[in-house]
């Protein structure tokens, strides 16, 4: 008997939750030497929200891919696992922000569910609203700055990055307008680009402003991707591609930050007692994991004391570092099919939608998904400059989190309106 789509999702869930018991328990059993009922309360308690999201889907996107939210459960699960073994009140509150995000994304699927189509025509609103959350952290008293960009928005004790959902928003502003001037646009007439360049030249202006050059990256890719997707002209990339390497050239110039940066990529060892520790430290940590890993919860992450972390914000930043180490290569090379089937199914999508808007918003929500991916994995790897973004639904972080619980939900919109059967 054939599965139907949910359930084939529901199986895919249960496998998830099995991986996720599995690997709370070798945690624990690494860290206390005995089997408790606490290791597999984590367990629990991600399967159950799962389940919960599976039962909204069910409901609200009944035709939908039934392989996009188990794959996100199972990075989700990846990554709350690793964040367990190494401190388990990080993960206390990476378990919180998962609740929040399960949250989120029911609420985008129940508000969209009819026709998530109708936000193509608050395009312009969406778009300046894209600005004006990039713009909060430049702000004074609200604005932080940490580890030397200014990314964050504070209120008291609560701060979070507006930045991850400007993502969002930028996307949708650029489906939306795309999908009505992609013609035009195709022509090359200069003054149907004017509403497009000011939106992102600003969005620009704001990443350089607040230095977070690693989400300036990612901007820039999306919207030469979805400039390319919506016109079929290369030449746009090609002239973009030109932008950027003069733009790069500009900032290494003005910002020390970038200099040091990109002097650290090319050879790290000079420095691998300053700028360079955290990069150098996290290749040692990679090299260490070598073909099969040490196993969960068997990594070397502190020093002698046992308090003192040897790569600083491994939980955030360099985490792909520590996966590298306790589960080798085999364990990574499976973590990194995991992302790139998670980004086969939303081209997918994409490729069955049958309108322009759904089609540039699946492919935008998926190659930011791809791009971010490979900006923090090829940093810590040193294919490229590193960045301070996050790794995908892996990473401790809320603000990052709730940001893909919601570009999960889209793509599910998309493809339940792809998949459907029409009548």
Not at 220 to 228: E, H, P, V
Not at 273 to 280: F, I, K, R, S
Not at 351 to 379: E, H, N, P, R, Y
């Amino acid at each position: 008997m054939r599965l139907s789509a949910r359930n084939r999702e529901l199986l895919n869930l249960i496998v998830v939750g099995m991986i996720t018991g599995l690997g709370f328990a070798s945690v624990y059993i690494a860290r206390s030497e005995i089997v408790s009922p606490e290791s597999l309360t984590y367990a629990a308690f991600f399967v159950a929200l799962y389940l919960v999201a599976h039962v909204v889907t069910r409901i609200t996107a009944p035709y939908a891919d039934p392989y996009l939210l188990p794959m996100a459960g199972l990075l989700t699960a990846i990554g709350l696992t690793e964040i367990y073994r190494l401190n388990p009140d990080d993960a206390f509150r990476q378990g919180l922000w998962l609740v929040i995000g399960v949250a989120l994304f029911s609420v985008t699927l129940v508000i969209l569910r009819h026709d998530y189509r109708r936000l193509e025509s608050y395009k312009y609103v969406i778009g300046i609203g894209a600005i004006a959350l990039l713009v909060l952290p430049a702000l004074p008293g609200i604005g932080r700055t940490i580890n030397g960009a200014r990314l964050w928005v504070g209120f008291g004790p609560f701060q979070f990055q507006p930045g991850e959902f400007s993502k969002i928003l930028l996307i949708l502003f650029l489906a939306g307008y795309l999908r009505e001037k992609r013609e035009v646009l195709a022509q090359g007439r200069l003054k149907d680009f004017g509403p497009l360049l000011l939106i992102w030249g600003g969005a620009m202006a704001v990443l350089v402003q607040t230095n977070d050059l690693g989400s300036g990256l990612l901007y820039f890719g999306i919207f030469l991707a979805m400039l390319y997707v919506a016109t079929s002209r290369f030449v746009f990339v090609a002239g973009g591609m030109a932008l950027f390497l003069a733009g790069a050239a500009f900032v290494y110039q003005v910002i020390p930050r970038v200099q040091d940066r990109v002097t650290i990529w090319l050879d790290p060892w000079p420095y691998a007692q300053t700028e360079g520790y955290q990069l150098v430290q996290s290749l040692f940590a990679i090299a260490f994991g070598g073909f099969g890993g040490t196993g969960l919860g068997k990594g070397t992450f502190t020093f002698s004391n046992g308090t003192d972390p040897i790569i600083p914000y491994l939980n955030t930043d360099f985490i792909y570092a520590a996966l590298a180490q306790e589960l080798g290569l085999v364990g990574v090379a499976a973590v990194l099919l995991v992302y790139m089937l998670f980004v086969a199914r939303g081209f997918r999508a994409a490729m069955l939608a049958d309108d322009g808007f759904s089609k540039l918003l699946a492919t935008g929500l998926t190659f930011a998904f791809a791009l971010q991916t490979f900006i923090i994995v090829g940093g810590v790897l040193r294919l490229i400059p590193l960045t301070g973004i996050t790794l995908p639904f892996v990473s401790y972080g809320g603000s990052s989190l709730l940001a893909n619980f919601v570009l999960l939900a889209l793509l599910l919109l998309v493809s339940n309106r792809a998949l459907a059967p029409r009548g």
